[in-house]
DNA sequence: GGTTGACATGTCACTCCTTACATGTCACCT
DNA sequence: AGGTGACATGTAAGGAGTGACATGTCAACC
């Protein structure tokens, strides 16, 4: 098994934290909050509960309508969340357009970099008020002592911080090309 | 034409800067430059290579000693790159096995998190290690005034910021988790 | 009764990426 | 002459991820 296991970990987070849920519930929840670390489709979704459910790591409770599936995680499949989270130092491997694009940038002639830079910039701005926006709402409703009550917020502050770098990082940026394209 | 297009632009970006090369000598040159933002290893390069000169954007030159094939950039090639830099808005598709620890951290004792995330500290503050040496052999060495200086300098920058980014959350989330286990 | 649209689960083809394997060249050392 | 090791280029098998397609359920509305 040297397989990445990263979909499975966080559909057995997501699990953890929902509670016995659907196929179709884990994707849409998915994709309003582990996504934002780790994209994944319903595509790819299915077929994972599937293989996790053969490996033992979910089972499925009784259908319901309209052939809902309910998965729910077992004992094993807590230990290898746990034992993921506790042993795996994660992978370094990057691979980012957005720090593809910063690395290219001084190929452009100055007045093109600092386009795109400042492209980067609103993006990151666009991208910040978002996740501010879901840390508002999080502090509005969610109840922070609840067992689960912290379930990606340190994520969540760590988007905010990374995303506010970007934004400071594009500023100088641009002042630095501007700079040496005025004493070129 | 829907595909990634990544590691062509990785590819032409480097080509550019390094002047002809063969494929042995970028994939090592890569290594140690673009595989920073995007990784890739030789058994991806080299078929790479040979759909970007089917696809007209490189040039193969004479080939020279042990079947070494030297490739240089076509004007197509630099169009492609240029437009790839000016036109295309990243795509940000995040996959951090990192962000989603951090995501799951709360599912954890607080001593357990506590432990993941020193963890996490400790191997960001050695990345910060690595990527300031690399700036300090930069500095050293690099001539930023020629007509590619600053190629990578900008995503270097970055890559350092995001990193003391990572350290400062990593210790803020600890002191907070302890403040909470310690309160609860 | 029929249409619409949200609900719900899946498959397929294709690209991308990783690991391991395979092949052959050339310089240098003994 | 033979061995070693860096140089140099590839292929193959398989997992991961994407987008489009396919199928069927059910409630509500007209």
Redesign the pocket.
């Given at each position: 098994m040297?397989?990445?296991?990263?979909?499975r970990i966080a559909l057995l987070g997501l699990l953890t934290v929902s509670g016995p849920s659907?196929?179709?519930?884990l994707?849409k929840k998915f994709e309003k909050s582990v996504a934002h670390v780790?994209?994944?489709?319903?595509?790819?979704i299915?077929?994972e509960?599937?293989k996790m459910t053969a490996d033992g790591l979910l089972a499925v409770g009784a259908e319901?309508?309209?052939?809902?599936?309910i998965y729910s995680v077992t004992p094993d499949g807590q230990a290898e969340l746990r034992r993921w989270l506790l042993d795996h130092s994660p992978s370094t491997?990057t691979?980012s357009e957005t720090a593809l694009q910063s690395f290219l940038v001084p190929l452009l002639e100055p007045d093109e970099a600092v386009t795109v830079l400042r492209r980067m910039k609103t993006s990151a701005q666009a991208h910040l008020a978002e996740l501010e926006e879901l840390r508002a709402a999080r502090n509005a409703i969610a109840d922070p002592a609840g067992r689960w009550g912290m379930f990606g917020a340190y994520a969540l502050d760590l988007g905010i911080r990374q995303t506010r770098g970007v934004m400071e990082w594009a500023d100088d940026s641009i002042a630095d090309v501007e700079r040496r394209s005025g004493t070129a």
């Open positions: 040297l397989q990445c296991m990263s979909l659907s196929g179709y519930d994707a780790w994209q994944a489709g319903h595509s790819q299915y077929p509960l599937a319901g309508a309209r052939g809902r599936k491997t691979r």
